[in-house]
T-cell receptor, first 114, second 112 residues
Framework: NAGVTQTPKFQVLKTGQSMTLQCAQD?????MYWYRQDPGMGLRLIYY???????DKGEVPNGYNVSRLNKREFSLRLESAAPSQTSVYFC?????????????FGPGTRLTVL | KNQVEQSPQSLIILEGKNCTLQ??????????LRWYKQDTGRGPVSLTI?????NTKSNGRYTATLDADTKQSSLHITASQLSDSASYIC???????????FGDGTTLTVKP
């Protein structure tokens, strides 16, 4: 099992450009999450999907959109990137009621917006 | 407001020494508390999880404690190794589904 995979690993954008971060999990988990992590700060929830077909805003959703394409895949889109969105983005998945609701994280995407 | 505060922010110890990291929380209603280890450039990995009724749980050289009355947890690392150098994140989940609050983490550096 690959667990949670994310692409790309690194990305540099210019202000105003758009891009989509991809995330996939092969653990058959129902819930998936997108976080951002800024230097010296904790992970902050951007959006989450409790189950296929549903998405909800987290703590810092402005400037982002998400799509739960199917049970495996959850993508994060930046429509018009801003320097404030420079961060490391982590995707995670969880199966409610299993393993103490532990979230499994991907390796992260390091995004720089110039 | 639900908050998780960790201390110290950073810590440097010599290889072989023990250390204790602290986590205080105000999350309510409480469901569980987890400690994650995040190596540089990697995603967090779960170390331990504790529910309301548990006050100690071990995972090898890692021992977590929970005092639900004072809303405090600690992570004790015994006989530290260079590979323990990482950020340790405390995460507290609420009883309602999908809600977790992350601490800012403690960065541990183990030196030879």
């Amino acid at each position: 099992n690959a667990g949670v995979t994310q692409t790309p690993k690194f990305q540099v954008l210019k202000t105003g450009q758009s891009m989509t971060l991809q995330c996939a999990q092969d653990m058959n988990h129902n819930s998936m999450y997108w976080y951002r992590q800024d230097p010296g700060m904790g992970l902050r929830l951007i959006y989450y999907s409790a189950s296929e077909g549903t998405t909800d805003k987290g703590e810092v959703p402005n400037g982002y959109n998400v799509s739960r394409l199917n049970k495996r895949e959850f993508s994060l889109r930046l429509e018009s990137a801003a320097p404030s969105q420079t961060s490391v983005y982590f995707c995670a998945s969880r199966e409610p009621g299993q393993g103490g609701d532990t979230q499994y994280f991907g390796p992260g995407t390091r995004l720089t917006v110039l | 407001k639900n908050q998780v505060e960790q201390s110290p922010q950073s810590l440097i110890i010599l290889e072989g020494k023990n250390c204790t990291l602290q986590c205080n929380y105000t999350v309510s209603p409480f469901s569980n508390l987890r400690w994650y280890k995040q190596d540089t450039g990697r995603g967090p990995v779960s170390l331990t999880i504790m529910t309301f009724s548990e006050n100690t749980k071990s995972n090898g050289r890692y021992t977590a404690t929970l005092d639900a009355d004072t809303k405090q947890s600690s992570l004790h690392i015994t006989a530290s190794q260079l590979s323990d150098s990482a950020s340790y994140i405390c995460v507290v989940s609420q009883s309602n589904a999908g809600k977790s609050t992350f601490g800012d983490g403690t960065t541990l550096t183990v030196k030879p």
